[in-house]
T-cell receptor
């Protein structure tokens, strides 16, 4: 079975501070991991995926297979980063995603 | 290119009523999904389809049925709505290719309230 855990429901930081959203996963094979973002009352959209090693809107995430983690990081948070962030895993079936429960990030001015 | 669209955007039902949510995508994707989003629960997969004419159960399928008669459409039905089905419903689609890496594209959501 595959599982995604986001331990923080809520995370609040000040503008300009570093931010790290945690994601841990459980999967016996080789996973594909993603971060999706949902701005207020908008649809979910892909933020980044580990396989392409991108940096989007200043966010990065590194897959750590030893710690089974895929934490999302940004060195200087902006107010427009306030949103719900979901970590997701795809494994085995190659088309279904298992989502974590999400972390609501609030960046205060 | 509209992407993924959902109809309706909002709906209020009484317990026991039935309704159908329509999802349409114009990206020629093979795979389509229905999720529900509830506070503190994240997104949970209800049903999915890997191609026209095929459907399969996800994590929380009870009380829902689906049909994929055309590749571009994926319908979610509630035969007898219950208050526990009050939620925001998202449809998504994806295709498997070297460039897509299984990225799912989401619709805008349908906010359903069952009284």
């Amino acid at each position: 079975a595959q599982r995604v855990t986001q331990p923080e429901k809520l995370l609040s930081v000040f503008k300009g501070a570093p931010v790290e959203l945690k994601c841990n996963y459980s999967y016996s094979g080789s996973p594909e991991l993603f971060w999706y973002v949902q701005y207020s009352r908008q649809r979910l959209q892909l933020l980044l995926r580990h396989i392409s090693r991108e940096s989007i809107k200043g966010f990065t995430a590194d897959l750590n297979k030893g710690e089974t983690s895929f934490h999302l990081k940004k060195p200087f948070a902006q107010e427009e980063d306030s949103a719900m962030y979901y970590c997701a895993l795809s494994g085995g079936s190659n088309y279904k995603l298992t989502f974590g429960k999400g972390t609501l990030l609030t960046v205060n001015p | 290119n509209a992407g993924v669209t959902q109809t309706p955007k909002f709906r209020v039902l009484k317990t026991g009523q039935s309704m159908t949510l329509l999802c349409a995508q114009d990206m020629n994707h093979e795979y389509m999904y229905w999720y529900r989003q509830d506070p503190g629960m994240g997104l949970r997969l209800i049903h999915y389809s890997v191609g026209e004419g095929t459907t399969a159960k996800g994590e929380v399928p009870d009380g829902y049925n689906v049909s994929r008669l055309k590749k571009q459409n994926f319908l979610l039905g509630l035969e007898s709505a219950a208050p526990s089905q009050t939620s925001v419903y998202f449809c998504a689609s994806s295709d498997r290719s070297l460039t897509s890496y299984n990225e799912q594209f989401f619709g805008p959501g349908t906010r359903l309230t069952v009284l």
